[in-house]
């Protein structure tokens, strides 16, 4: 099928699914928890072939595990699922209701985007994952998945799509895309498609960006840092450092440059050294740091890296006021710490970086939807508009005014013969 | 002063102004009021110079009634700037705050977008506005004018730029360009800017939009909707219809497309003919529409048009559906309106109809932040992220997470040593 007239049908789809109760969206979540258990044989299979043809292909391990989609990964999305179905209804919430004057009300009303255009990696349980959000958001969906995965990928956007469809949702509302062609025609959909959200490596984000009229949610880099103050608590500090960088290093909220007070740049590195080197770690530090202890020489690029690996930048600085501007010059505005025990320093902290996360004692590694508590994520942005840090189904929305008359004309109000009252009303939509 | 010093000053600032309180902004608001009535007499005379220059140049009357400055402009810009001073301050809300775990606490903090770049056209007074907006709340701006009002915007930022400065706001935070060229290299400063506000004509609007990797908030068309359904009060439809297409023809509120059910246009569409003739409305009908009354004949483009004239599109459509898909097929999702007395056709009309603002019985005219009652008004966005309809100062605004904790690292939390509480609080801010 055409790509445009998948993204006419999805954005058709998208319209009609409108004006469907959150009761519909709710028994089509479960069609397709049920659907995916009832066929899961099936999807196992063509999951199998996907990593059968990927290991001849010579995948590497790490992705292999990652398209693997077996009986843990089916329970996993089942169970997102069902947290979904659970969820509160976010479409038609009422976020400000005013009576502008007698018999004329207006009323902010949460609705969906509209086409969002998803954009993933091998990952097989993402497809099922955006699928079920922008579904419970009452937004249409058009999915490009990696071809190492494209059997599974069929087979779940198909099974997924017609569970939707016999509780109700419009036919069209989930469309699969295929081929990498295919990605630049959609960039050029921008009257079809309403929102991307790219999830991949930096080079795949900012090339979506730069060649999209259509809005972009998401992050490029994730230089995230971690500040250990002068009044830092060194073995927080070396805990909290260790985890940002070492509990799982290929992520972008992993720390990436440590900048460490110089009144305690002499107690610390050394300690923290200890850690790395039990792991490995490359460092390239500055030149104080390296009078300190024995590292990789930084230079003036090793600041803008991000290494999502076993390797960390450092750098000693002479005050907060200092690693707050290297952070705002060199940072990437996605998660940033500081570790100290002086409440001034921290609020001065949170309050002058401009980054979506700003954390005081604990680790970057926490900047996530789930341990956010949002229940599902739509993914991480560094955009300083719509939605910023982890995002939940919220970033899937707009709203929209309606506005309820009773024949009311501007011309009475220009003239001054009728008053606007402007009330705030606590009421039902009418 | 080159373009790039000027928006980096205004990150710098911005940045710098992020720990500033609200008491501070509001004393620099206050400024403000007293040194433009302080100086009011230069200001005049810089405007007088601007309005002879220009009218020696040719410029149109209501171009030259928009480029005054006077007393009465005056008032209106202190008496906006007085209610900007008297709103809550809209930085640093707590939008959102969540216990993690005991003593790991989030907080969703409301701040300033950054470094807001705006583009107006001749009106001296829109400059005024939109920094006390920008001021109000915690952002930097950039502002270009056009060149006509060049003395009086000169002037008019100098003041408000050192007036804030003095009650404590970093120098920079405004920023004045001038020549069309600088608008160019504005667009390309995506690392300093981050939200443009374009106000002008939908060419230029759209030439913003294409060249710019900064968001843009605002519309370029207003193809608004009247659809006069087949339980329309029909005294009722007249006068609204006429409100919404002749209170005021040159703004984007404005009614451009009339479309009547056909079991009342029989009846409807002379009425509505003798309105319009008084005012001499160029009126472009369908087939349908031709054979009931004399008038131009539409082509395919006809329904694309956005008049802002004494001229509209009539179509006679055959149901509540065909109405709704023609605005969605041919609108701009800016403002689009029903006269009907069944409720179950108005609900339908506004869950259906994919726009900003949707109406029941009322003027498409009254689409507009003031009569919305948001005191000051950034503009008209027909975006689908972010902000839509009209936007008052909480388009200004975005959020970032704050996360205080006391040593808590992700692994405790991977490993089930420790477990995730998500209790929401609804506590002040550590």
């Known amino acids: 099928m055409d790509i445009e007239k998948i993204a006419l049908a999805a954005k058709k789809a998208q319209i009609n699914n409108s004006g469907s109760s959150g009761e519909v969206r709710k028994r089509a979540l479960g069609n397709i928890c049920r659907a995916l258990t009832q066929n899961k044989e099936e999807i196992f299979c063509a999951n199998l072939k996907d990593v059968q043809r990927s290991t001849a292909e010579g995948l590497s391990a790490p992705l292999l595990k990652r398209l693997k989609f077996d009986e843990a990964k089916l329970r996993d999305v089942v169970f997102g699922i069902e947290t979904l179905i659970d969820m509160p209804d976010p479409v038609g919430k009422i976020l400000d209701a005013t009576v502008l004057d007698d018999g004329l009300e207006l009323y902010k009303v949460s609705c969906p985007i509209?086409?969002?255009?998803v954009i993933f990696e091998s990952r097989p349980d993402a497809l099922v994952q955006i699928?079920?959000?922008?579904?419970?958001?009452?937004?249409?969906?058009?999915l490009k998945g990696g071809s190492e995965a494209r059997e599974s990928n069929r087979i779940l956007a198909s099974i997924i799509h017609d569970a939707a469809v016999d509780a109700g949702i419009s036919e069209g509302w989930l469309g699969l895309l295929e081929s990498r062609q295919d990605v630049d025609r959609m960039l050029m959909l921008d009257d079809h498609i309403d929102l991307l959200i790219p999830r991949g490596s930096n080079e795949f984000v900012r090339y979506i960006m730069d060649n999209s009229r259509i809005p972009v949610l998401g992050h490029a880099d994730g230089i995230c840092h971690c500040f250990v103050d002068e009044y830092a608590d060194l073995d927080m500090a070396q805990d909290v450092v260790?985890?940002?960088?070492?509990?799982?290093?290929?992520?972008?909220?992993?720390l990436e440059t440590l900048l460490v007070h110089e009144a305690v740049a002499k107690e610390f590195l050394p300690l923290i050294k200890k850690r790395f080197d039990k792991k490995d770690v490359v460092i390239y530090g500055c030149d104080k740091?390296?009078?300190?202890?024995d590292c990789e020489k930084a230079d003036e690029n090793t600041y803008r890296r991000e290494y999502l690996d076993y390797a960390i930048s450092v750098k000693v600085v002479g005050s907060l006021k200092e690693a707050i501007d290297h952070i705002n010059t060199y940072g990437s505005g996605h998660t940033d710490a500081i570790i100290t025990d002086n409440k001034k320093n921290a609020s001065e902290f949170v309050s002058y970086?401009?980054?979506?996360?700003?954390?005081v004692n604990c680790s970057t590694r926490f900047s996530d939807g789930f341990r956010y508590g949002f229940g599902a994520e739509v993914g991480i942005s560094t955009n300083k508009i719509h939605a910023r840090g982890p995002v939940g189904?919220?970033?899937?929305?707009?709203y929209k005014y309606k506005l309820i008359g009773s024949g009311q004309t501007v011309k009475d109000y220009a003239e001054g013969t009728k008053k606007f009252k402007h009330k705030k009303i606590n009421g039902e939509e009418k």
Chains 1, 2 share one sequence.
Do not use: P
């Open 289 to 293: 740091t390296r009078i300190i202890i």
């Open 353 to 359: 970086v401009d980054s979506g996360n700003v954390f």
């Open 131 to 142: 699928s079920a959000l922008c579904l419970k958001s009452g937004n249409s969906v058009i």
């Open 114 to 117: 509209g086409v969002i255009g």
């Open 393 to 398: 189904i919220e970033g899937l929305m707009i």
């Open 242 to 254: 260790e985890d940002s960088k070492l509990q799982y290093t290929a992520v972008c909220n992993a």
